[in-house]
């Protein structure tokens, strides 16, 4: 199984709740930089959860989420239900979009794209993000910039997380290929384990 079919699961928006307060001001510059007019219609390709999804739509956009993660698709949705905002979440593969000259823009944010060890695989993805757009559509890819990732990496990072576990966000990172992990251990596990390691070093 490769590391981004099991990476974005239940625990994936609590590792990053604090960029709910930004969406806001990523959807202005969204819609700033591609000149979007309400009721045009756009592809958030690797969607998550539907953060950028609901803005938009609550801005009168057409908007379709596509993503991997059932668990995101299925929240997604639950979430758009409940606003009741009109958005539409499909699961699927990013190598293997569907659609058909059907966007005025396509949207990908926050640095999903580059997953695969394949550069033809990413390759593909860029062919089939161009022909779901229409004639004269733009495509907006949102990536971080790889040498503040190599000068500021922090490997390893420690903290409670709303659910009471404690979680563990590791990152590893090759010049051609970047890695992210993490490992949820429940709080009455951690206290046993640092009740074991105090007792070594007492005794």
Not at 21 to 45: A, M
Not at 86 to 106: L, N, Q, T, W
Not at 122 to 129: A, E, G, I, N, T
Not at 135 to 147: K, P, Q, S, V, Y
């Amino acid at each position: 199984m490769k590391w981004w079919e099991k990476f974005f699961d239940e625990y994936y928006p609590e590792v990053y709740s604090h960029l709910e307060d930004l969406t806001s001001r990523e959807v202005d510059g969204v819609v700033k930089v591609l000149g979007l007019k309400p009721k045009k219609k756009i592809l958030d390709l690797c969607c998550g959860y539907g953060r950028h999804c609901l803005e938009l739509a609550r801005r009168g956009f057409r908007v379709t989420g596509y993503d991997f993660s059932s668990y995101f698709i299925e929240r997604a949705r639950k979430e758009a239900d409940s606003l009741k905002l009109k958005a539409k979440f499909i699961r699927g593969d990013m190598r293997k979009i569907p659609f058909k000259s059907e966007f005025d823009a396509v949207i990908n944010l926050f640095t999903s794209f580059g997953f695969f060890q394949d550069e033809r695989e990413d390759l593909l993805v860029l062919k089939r993000v161009n022909r779901s757009l229409k004639r004269g559509g733009a495509f907006l890819l949102d990536t971080i910039n790889r040498e503040f990732v190599l000068k500021g990496l922090q490997r390893r990072r420690w903290y409670f997380g709303w659910i009471h576990n404690l979680i563990l966000y590791n990152k590893l990172f090759s010049k051609n290929f970047g890695h992210m992990g993490l490992i949820v251990l429940p709080v009455a596990v951690i206290s046993i384990m640092l009740s074991i390691i105090l007792t070594i070093f007492l005794v």
